[in-house]
């Protein structure tokens, strides 16, 4: 069974950093597009950041974010994590990891794009 375990939310100040994981166990996405998302309060779920390593790492990040965040994986560990640095009120979320269970980009931008989720941790940015 693929679990996808994120960890490492929390409520900060804004302009403060936080970094989150997310572990995933039950099979490797090692040359699969892997990815966060989040859902502030009364918003709908919305992209973040996403990884791909195929012959080479390659990202892509939401505008609200680039310059900011920054995504990257260890397949040695099967994880994947978000550095979020100068972090704003409206960065406060659930944010949720996600993995995509075939190759290819697919659509990275789009929640339809991944076959697994994980259960999501709180990101507070108090102003």
């Known amino acids: 069974q693929v679990q996808l375990v994120e960890s490492g939310g929390g409520l900060v100040l804004a302009g403060d950093s936080l970094r989150l994981s997310c572990a995933a166990s039950?099979?490797?996405?090692?040359?699969?597009?892997m990815a966060w998302f989040r859902q502030g309060p009364g918003k709908e779920r919305e992209f973040v950041a996403a990884v791909y390593n195929w012959f080479g790492i390659s990202t892509r990040y939401a505008d609200s974010v680039k310059g900011r965040f920054t995504i990257s994986r260890d397949n040695a560990k099967n994880t994947v994590s978000l550095q979020m640095n100068s972090l704003k009120f409206e960065d406060t979320a659930v944010y949720y990891c996600?993995?995509?269970?075939?190759?290819?980009?697919?659509?990275?931008?789009?929640?339809?794009?991944?076959?697994?989720w994980g259960q999501g941790t709180q990101v507070t940015v108090s102003s």
């Open positions: 039950g099979r490797t996405f090692n040359s699969h597009v």
């Open positions: 996600a993995a995509r269970g075939t190759t290819g980009w697919g659509t990275p931008s789009s929640p339809g794009n991944y076959d697994f």
